[in-house]
């Protein structure tokens, strides 16, 4: 990973090096968490670049760098993107959000990204997508689906985003089954396809016939056919390769036009730092195709819900709505309002375990 | 919590597949270890063969194919390791690391165009009506080929290295490559079949992975198993059957601690997450109380001087 990492350095500097002598194209960068094969999270963003770069030809330069990790490793990273000369850069996973604000304060006159944080400067926007949207749909189908009662859950790391994910897939089963259980394993990665594989097999030897994931990786599809009868969901990405079965659905983050629309800003000179955090009305968050191994009418249902979430009619934490322990959260008829939902740290009522610290 | 929810059977059957790649990678770095070698690429030629295995495995069909190159795989590109430090002279550690690091890089440059593509297969072993017994069939029988030829790669490093000659002249070029060559042994010769098999046992490891516990090629996703395989060797004291218990050790709690998750065990998960290198590291530690050490010349170039 080091290797690709300095490769990566190395096509930078030679970048900058052939870009000197050209009429000077605006500059992007990405900061990748895990590698643009994954097939899911970082597969995504870098669809997201290959957008920016059709868009705007040779009026853009983008470099990235893949399997940046968590830490000190990535604020290095960002620093030398930032001296290479880029004029923004994406930095797209929440581990990220620390080093994106330190860098920034170095380089006021680069534009920075963070996906899914919550911290801002005058040189740092936030962007998110409300992949519980999706996540509500899942949870929908998979309580309608599952005949064991039991869905497992592939949990990353104990950070509102994946507790949000949980509840929200946790409400649409249980309304829709009032006896499923969830299981949840947290793996405390966000892309390790041995330990997502490893975790699958675990549910699923427990009685899970449905698998819902939060990790990047297709391996617990891959494991879910191994074992025959169990149903999955993209995450991420479509993971159309294991349609119709066991991918039966997915949640799909559409970066593209946000990118293209960032870019442009910071070409024309109207960037500015916001704080996005768009769904399914503004296709950020996209459901993959239902497949046939789904029943005509829960798929119809699903879809009703899509489409009642575009027009916002629906939100999917709409009270009457309990937290774990019994005491109320949303009354009757009450939307959870955005400040809760982005610092969410409680489970809802209903579902087991208790949330790492 | 509830503990009825895991099936005992299935759990081992799961600890003893997952143990394999730890297992295969280790055994082969015992030998290069016993034969004076120190090599830390383990995980480059585990990512390697994963990927050499996994693209001949696509392309002919046939997981055994796979098996064969990824384990081909792996000791090529141990012959670099082989021709650097006992050619060149290099230093070990150094040659090791950039194995690893080259392992890394070439394996996800050769595995671009195989990002989402399935594997073939592979079958568990034909044993008939032995898979059929209650309780140990599923544990025992019902595994694929490559657990058995794990378990016998073991036991035939551990007969070779205790009870044959090829085994003593092995060990003596680790202990001593002074006096082995002395002797009129071929130092170099020697240690670099020991680094082959190190890098194609490696490759098998890797190859596991990506055919059989994931099975789909990602970069990196040998995720650091090699350097776990390396500190086993460790850990083990350099004996083959307590680098089986090690791996069977790792692989084992690995899989416990995600079904105690899964059945709702009170404990929290950061102890569970670290409960397979801690118990591990205990374990070894407690049986490594009789004195065994390190052979004499591990990691030192050897330099035929008279």
Known sequence: ?357 | MDLSSINPILLIAAMIAAATPILLAAIGELVVERAGVLNLGVEGMMITGAVCGFIIAVNTGSPTVGFIAAAVGGAVLSLLFAFLTQVALANQVASGLALTLFGLGLSSLMGQSYVGIKPPRADPTPLGPLADIPVIGPILFGHDMMVYIGLGIVAATWAVLKFTRAGLVLRAVGENHDAAHALGYKVKRIRTLAILFGGACAGLGGAYISLIRVPQWTEGMTAGVGWIALALVVFASWKPWRVLLGAYLFGGITQLQLNLQGAGVAIPVEYLAMSPYVVTIIVLVILSADKSRAPGSLGRTFHASG
């Open chain 1, 1 to 357: 990973m080091k290797f690709t990492t300095l490769l990566a350095s190395a096509a930078l500097a030679l970048g900058l090096a052939g870009g000197a002598m050209a009429q000077d194209p605006t500059k992007v960068g990405f900061v990748y968490v895990g590698p643009v094969g994954d097939g899911g999270w970082t597969y995504e963003h870098d669809q997201g670049r290959l957008a920016v770069e059709a868009e705007f030809g040779d009026a853009v330069e983008t470099v990235f760098v893949e399997n940046v990790a968590e830490g000190p490793d990535a604020e290095r990273v960002m620093t030398q993107m930032a001296l290479d000369g880029a004029d923004l850069i994406f930095t797209t996973s929440f581990g990220f959000m620390d080093p994106t604000i330190n860098v920034a304060s170095k380089f006021p006159d680069v534009k920075f990204e963070h996906a899914t944080g919550y911290k801002r400067a005058d040189n740092v926007s936030t962007y998110s997508a409300r992949f519980y949207e999706g996540r509500a749909v899942q949870g929908h189908i998979a309580g309608k689906m599952t005949e064991s009662n039991i869905i497992g859950y592939i949990a990353s790391f104990p950070i509102p985003e994946v507790i949000r994910g949980i509840n929200s897939a946790y409400l649409h089963a249980a309304k829709v089954n009032p006896d499923v259980e969830f299981k949840i394993i947290w793996v405390y990665t966000w892309f390790d396809p041995a330990k997502e594989a490893d975790a699958a097999k675990a549910l699923i030897d427990q009685g899970a016939d449905v698998v819902l994931q939060h990790t990047d990786s297709t391996a617990p599809q891959a494991a879910a056919q191994e074992a025959g009868d169990v149903m999955t969901f993209g995450q991420a990405s479509d993971m159309a390769q294991y349609a119709p079965f066991p991918r039966v659905s997915s949640i799909i983050d559409n970066w593209a036009p946000y990118y293209i629309e960032r870019t442009r800003a910071v070409m024309d000179g109207t960037w500015e730092s916001v704080d996005t955090w768009d769904g399914i009305p503004t296709g950020m968050v996209e459901i993959g195709e239902i497949t046939d191994a789904v029943p005509a009418e829960v798929k119809a249902e699903a879809e009703a819900m899509i489409e009642a979430m575009r027009t916002g009619e629906y939100h999917p934490f709409t009270g009457p709505i309990n937290k774990q322990d019994g005491s109320a959260w949303l009354a009757e008829g009450d939307v959870a309002d955005d400040g809760t939902l982005a610092g969410m740290n409680f489970y809802i009522e209903g579902v087991d375990g208790e949330i790492p610290q």
